[in-house]
């Protein structure tokens, strides 16, 4: 596991403010990591994922098997900062059952005809299950705030894009995860924090190696030119909706596997916190266990 300290950094503490810039995005988080080295801190990331991703199977089978909580993460992050590559890699040994993904993209005419939450309340994770979101509700409080002229085509009421229009966006968000937490939804969110000049790699790699061409997307190197835009909106977004409920993370993402083994980590640790058991059998059904078993051994 990873020690605390270094989680305690990247959680958002409920009511702070915060500059995204304060946030370290390399692999190095202190002098400690930074003496012993990249290979070696590399290699400790890559025991410590594995452990944690055999750790996750396992909470998320007593999770299924329990049936009281679900788990909803949230992946957020401009764009190539490793979102789907962080759920591959932190999720391959989980459950397919007892796992759902979901992406959000532009949303559609129907979705624009209901309000910003409705498509996400049926995306929710049941009980038992664990639930990714890859991008979320918080693209409302991202994509508009930097291009206002997006809510012109909304057919929202009059009064859209003030102050108390966001603020009442807000308000909203952290009502829903509210409801959701006490109704047994343990809510991770985490911010894959690159900084600028990796993206540049990033986009770079994208549009020269033929397989990763597909993921190129115009829309990127527009959005890039708005950086700054959108690190305030992450900003204000993370600082008005980190709660003790649903808490915010800034990952540092410059390196994929920093990101991963954190995340990884991160979602461990909360369900062992829920101290799950296996449902216990009590002696009436043990006595059906085994006449059910003596049963088929003597046909
Ligand atoms: P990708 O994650 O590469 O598939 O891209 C999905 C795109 O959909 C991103 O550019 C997001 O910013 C955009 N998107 C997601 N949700 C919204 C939203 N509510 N309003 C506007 N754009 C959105
Ligand atoms: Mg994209």
């Not at 508009?144 to 807000?170: C, T």
């Not at 829920?274 to 009590?282: A, F, G, H, N, T």
């Amino acid at each position: 596991m990873i020690e605390e300290k270094y989680l305690e950094r990247l959680l958002v503490k409920p009511g702070k403010k915060l500059k995204l810039t304060d946030f370290y995005t390399g692999w190095a988080q202190s002098n400690a990591l930074r003496e012993a080295g990249k290979e070696a801190v590399k290699e400790q990331a890559a025991e410590i994922l594995e452990e944690s991703r055999a750790a996750l199977a396992e909470a998320q089978e007593l999770l299924w098997a329990d049936k009281q909580y679900s788990i909803l993460v949230i992946l957020q992050g401009m764009d190539t900062s490793g979102k789907d590559g962080t759920i591959k890699h932190v999720l391959s040994g989980v459950n397919p059952q007892g796992c759902r993904v979901m992406s959000f993209g532009v949303p559609t005419n129907d979705e624009l005809h209901h309000t910003f939450l409705w498509r996400f309340w049926k995306a929710m994770p049941r009980r038992g299950e664990i639930g990714i979101f890859n991008r979320s509700y918080y693209e409302d409080v991202l994509v508009p705030k930097v291009h206002p002229v997006i809510l012109e085509e909304q057919q929202l009421p009059p009064g859209y894009g003030s102050d108390a229009f966001w603020e009442a966006r807000y308000e909203d968000i952290r009502a829903f995860e509210r409801h959701h937490h006490a109704n047994g939804t343990i809510i991770l969110k985490f911010f894959l924090n690159i900084s600028k000049e990796e993206q540049k790699e990033r986009l770079l790699s994208r549009l020269k190696t033929e397989k990763k061409q597909w993921k190129f997307s115009l829309s990127d190197l527009t959005e890039r030119q708005y950086w700054s835009h959108y690190q305030a909106a992450y900003e204000e977004a993370i600082f008005q909706t980190s709660t003790d409920d649903a808490p915010w993370y800034v990952i540092p993402a410059d390196y994929k596997w920093v990101a991963r083994t954190l995340v990884a980590d991160i979602i461990v640790r909360a369900i062992s916190r829920l101290d799950l058991r296996y449902p216990e059998i009590s002696a009436e059904e043990m006595k059906e266990i085994e006449k059910a078993r003596i049963h088929l051994e003597s046909e």
